[in-house]
């Protein structure tokens, strides 16, 4: 989806994507909390926090002299595709350090994030009807199954991530960024991700 409005808070003009990002982050550590407890959820807030980190800090790197003259511009801007992609994997690479990956409480994370930000960002914008419902009812489905099915058998779990490639495929085909935008691209990274651990038979039941 594509971010046509922003959001005033205190004077400051702020992109309703960095908005719905928030909200998927603090719904997505809502629910792990209450669906798999605080350690579980302490690991998932913190490889979103390396994931903001790198996301936001690259803007730094990537457009140093800007910064230097409007250091709060980093609140605005970040550093685009390579800086969110380079903050995934920081995140995905931190799970795995913890030994998580693959885990149910993992894929429900990253099913509530892209869910969550994907209907934020069609009730916040304007990208058409059509987008805007199919975007809300598919991605709204998608997340009452995760919440509801995710602590199940591998099979179970293999069948919850096809699931989500396939929603966000069908979503895309009727949003304006279609499969070239970061959030698609990033579904598929994590699907990718999730099979290569459950392959492994890795389960982690805390």
Do not use: C
């Not at 998932?44 to 903001?52: H, K, S």
């Not at 685009?80 to 903050?87: E, K, R, V």
């Not at 598919?138 to 995710?150: D, H, K, P, Q, T």
């Amino acid at each position: 989806m594509q971010v046509t409005e922003a959001i005033t808070i205190f004077k400051l003009s702020v992109p309703s994507s960095h908005l719905s990002a928030l909200a998927a982050l603090i719904a997505a550590y809502i629910l792990l909390r209450v669906r798999f407890g605080s350690r579980q959820a302490g690991i998932y807030g913190d490889a979103a926090f390396y994931f903001v980190l790198v996301w936001k800090g690259s803007y730094v790197l990537t457009d140093f002299g800007n910064f230097m003259k409007a250091p709060l511009s980093l609140l605005y801007y970040n550093g685009g595709l390579t800086g969110a992609l380079a903050g995934l994997l920081a995140a995905l690479f931190f799970i795995w350090k913890k030994g998580a990956a693959g885990s149910p409480a993992v894929l429900m994370a990253a099913v509530t994030v892209q869910s969550v930000y994907q209907i934020m960002m069609a009730l916040l914008n304007n990208n058409g009807p059509v987008a805007e419902t199919v975007t809300v009812v598919l991605f709204g489905i998608l997340l009452l199954l995760a919440v509801l099915r995710s602590d199940g058998t591998i099979l179970r779990q293999r069948q919850l991530t096809v699931l989500f490639l396939a929603v966000h495929l069908m979503a895309a085909t009727v949003q304006p960024d279609g499969f070239s935008g970061l959030s698609f691209v990033s579904t598929v990274i994590f699907v990718v991700y999730q099979f290569i651990f459950l392959s492994g038979g890795r389960r982690h039941h805390e």
